[in-house]
């Protein structure tokens, strides 16, 4: 095939390299949009200093960059393509007898490649930058002042649970481990009969059996004064797959651990949609990726002195934001039920790609 000859060798050469200085500075410009948006959340807290931000930015970057890797592909296609048909390169494979499947096959071949590597490799390392700017960020804001911001009340995870003494109402403003350490805990304790007991105000909690286990607390309660306790244990009901499966988000859990937490959410017998939503979406995005060659080709191959670039490039741009709004309203559909996940996940790169090849075949063929 040509995918693997000489210039089938060039052509992907030319597009990998478009690629990644796509897939670069589209990193650059994020992580200086969220070094600002950092900066502006934490600059007035003494223990956020310019290092730490630093480092929550640089590990909550590779959970960015992997939504933004189809549209990398997209347009460095597009302009590879384009630079080929700019320079006639595309007019002589033509005159050769070369069809546009044979030479834009490598850069195809590529993309699989690349949505495989980001998928089982890219997408571990993701999951687990993730969960540690997750405790880093939680580390800025671990102390019970934290807790206590009472702008950020609807911030953060929450949990209604039901133990030996009554209900309670616990919020959390980040997790750690699956969602089995919280921290900037904040607890509403209710009686048997739906009385207020107290409120807890916590800088972490770990979940034992039965037990959670809050360090740094203050205890509020209507009948005395407010008191302080190095730990202080708060009685649940859950178990240790139950607060996973309500409390890990998916984008913490890699690709690789997302069928045990799937697994695991339905043993516990809670809804484990999200999860199978996202192991679905990461199978589907080396299709994807080849779906985004697939609507650079098809916007991307019209000779220059034909005219109308400015519109092809538009045309690519809106024909790529398109299938993302489309694999979003369903990725929302899917997680709520409404269709299965995999549906959900499928569909978007499946159309996208049977109507590129469907606009191709009336291009090159008639």
């Not at 302009?79 to 002589?92: A, K, M």
């Not at 934290?146 to 109402?169: C, E, F, I, K, M």
């Not at 695991?264 to 080849?290: D, F, H, I, K, T």
């Not at 549906?343 to 049977?354: C, E, H, I, S």
Request: proline share 3%.
């Amino acid at each position: 095939m040509l995918a693997f000859g000489h210039l089938g060798r060039y052509f992907g050469r030319r597009f990998l390299g478009a690629v990644i200085v796509v897939f670069v500075s589209c990193v650059g410009l994020i992580a200086l949009v969220d070094f600002l948006e950092q900066t502006r959340r934490f600059g007035d807290r003494d223990n956020a200093g310019f290092i730490k931000i630093m480092q929550l930015v640089l590990l909550r970057l590779p959970s960015f960059t992997e939504q933004l890797l189809p549209f990398a592909v997209l347009l460095g296609a597009m302009g590879t393509f384009l630079t080929f048909s700019r320079r006639l390169e595309f007019v002589i494979a033509r005159s050769a007898g070369l069809s546009v499947w044979q030479f834009t096959g490598s850069s195809a071949v590529l993309a699989l490649v690349i949505g495989i590597l980001s998928v089982t490799v890219y997408n571990p390392l993701s999951a687990s930058m993730k969960e540690q700017a997750n405790k880093v960020e939680a580390s800025i804001l671990n102390s019970r002042m934290a807790a206590l911001d009472t702008s950020a009340t609807s911030a953060g995870v929450w949990l209604r649970q039901q133990s030996v003494d009554g209900q309670s109402v616990l919020q959390s403003r980040a997790t750690a481990n699956n969602g089995q350490r919280l921290l900037g805990v904040r607890i509403f304790s209710f009686d048997r009969d739906g009385k207020f007991i107290e409120r807890v105000e916590a800088a972490s909690a770990v979940l034992e059996e039965g037990n959670w286990v809050l360090s740094d607390v203050q205890v509020h309660s209507p009948a005395s004064e407010p008191q302080e306790y190095d730990t202080y244990l708060v009685s649940t009901n859950l178990t240790a797959e139950q607060v996973r499966g309500r409390m890990a988000s998916p984008d913490t859990l890699s690709f690789w651990t997302l069928p045990e937490a799937i697994e695991a959410s339905q043993r516990a017998g809670l809804r484990s949609e999200r999860y199978e939503l996202q192991y679905q979406v990461l199978l589907a995005r080396p299709l994807l990726l080849v779906t985004m060659v697939i609507i650079a080709a098809v916007v991307s191959l019209r000779m220059f002195r034909f005219g109308g670039v400015g519109k092809m490039i538009v045309g690519g741009v809106a024909a790529g934001f398109l299938l993302y709004v489309v694999a979003r309203l369903a990725e929302e559909l899917g997680e709520s039920g409404i269709i299965y996940p995999a549906a959900a996940a499928w569909f978007p790169a499946v159309f996208g790609a049977l109507m590129g090849c469907l606009v191709l075949l009336y291009q090159e063929d008639g």
